[in-house]
C-alpha cells in the first residue's frame, strides 16, 4: 500500500487567499484525521471523520477552516481566507478499527506557508 | 481538560547511556501510543499498548503501561545516534466515550550526542 498520500507537499501563498490541501487515507481505513503542527502550539487535532462523516470538529480554529470527506478515498481541508497564522504543518492520518488496535498512519504533511 | 503531559520535553544524552522518557495523562485510558518523529519528517507509530501492564520492545525502546497511575514510560537502552527524534505519546480514540482523546503529548525531542 502507498500509505497516506498529501498533496501538495508545500504551499506558499498570500494573505487572503484560498488553500486547499488534499487527503488520501490508506485503502480500507474508516477514520480519517487532520492535525496541525506548529512549533508554539504542537500537534492539535483538527477534524476527524469516521466512514466519511465528520465526528468532531471542535479543533477546528475558526469558521475560515473546513474539511469535507465526499468519499471514503479522498477528503480536503480548506482555508479561506488564508491567514499568516496559519502557517503549519498539516498532516492527514487514517486508521482502520477492525483490528486490535487502532494506529494512525500519517501521511507526509503540507507544509503551508502564508505570506 | 484532558491533559497529556511528557517529560522531559528535551533530553540531550550520550551514546551508551540508558534514559526514560514519561508520559502522564489525567484521564482513565485502556490503551496508549507512541510515535517517534524525524525533523522534517512525518509522524510513525513505535508500540502501542492495550492493556495495564503492557510492556512492549523493539531493539533499545522498550515502552510500558500503568493504566491505574495514567503514566507511560518509554525506556531507552544504550542509546546510538539514530534514535534522536521526537518522541509523541496518545490516548487514541475514546471507545463510546464522549471525551476527545486524541490529545498528544507535548513531545520529548531526543538528541543523541557521540
Known amino acids: 500500500d502507498a500509505g497516506v498520500i498529501q498533496s501538495p507537499r508545500h504551499e506558499v501563498t498570500e494573505m487572503g487567499q484560498e488553500v486547499t490541501l488534499r487527503c488520501k487515507p490508506i485503502?480500507?481505513?474508516?477514520?480519517l484525521f487532520w492535525y496541525r503542527q506548529t512549533m508554539m502550539r504542537g500537534l492539535e487535532l483538527l477534524i476527524y471523520?469516521?466512514?466519511?462523516?465528520?465526528?468532531?470538529d471542535s479543533g477546528m480554529p475558526e469558521d475560515r477552516f473546513s474539511a469535507k470527506m465526499p468519499n471514503a478515498s479522498f477528503s480536503t481541508l480548506k482555508i479561506q481566507p488564508s491567514e499568516p497564522r496559519d502557517s503549519a504543518v498539516y498532516f492527514c492520518?487514517?486508521?482502520?478499527?477492525?483490528?486490535?488496535?487502532?494506529?494512525?498512519?500519517f501521511g507526509p504533511g503540507t507544509r503551508l506557508t502564508v505570506l | 481538560e484532558l491533559k497529556v503531559e511528557q517529560n522531559p520535553l528535551f533530553l540531550s544524552m550520550q551514546e551508551g547511556k540508558n534514559y526514560t522518557i514519561y508520559c502522564n495523562y489525567s484521564?482513565?485510558?485502556?490503551?496508549l501510543y507512541w510515535y517517534r518523529q524525524d525533523p522534517g519528517k512525518s509522524l510513525e507509530s513505535l508500540f502501542v499498548?492495550?492493556?495495564?501492564?503492557a510492556v512492549k520492545q523493539e531493539g533499545r525502546l522498550m515502552a510500558s503501561l500503568d493504566t491505574k497511575a495514567r503514566l507511560s514510560t518509554l525506556h531507552i537502552t544504550a542509546a546510538v545516534h539514530d534514535l534522536s527524534a521526537t518522541y509523541f505519546c496518545?490516548?487514541?480514540?475514546?471507545?463510546?466515550?464522549?471525551?476527545?482523546?486524541?490529545?498528544f503529548g507535548t513531545g520529548t525531542l531526543l538528541a543523541v550526542q557521540p
Open positions: 492520518a487514517s486508521s482502520f478499527t477492525g483490528g486490535l488496535s487502532d494506529t494512525q498512519y
Open positions: 485503502s480500507g481505513h474508516d477514520y
Open positions: 471523520f469516521n466512514n466519511n462523516v465528520p465526528i468532531d
Open positions: 484521564t482513565t485510558s485502556d490503551r
Open positions: 499498548l492495550l492493556s495495564n501492564g
Open positions: 496518545n490516548l487514541g480514540r475514546d471507545y463510546g466515550g464522549a471525551t476527545n482523546k486524541l490529545i
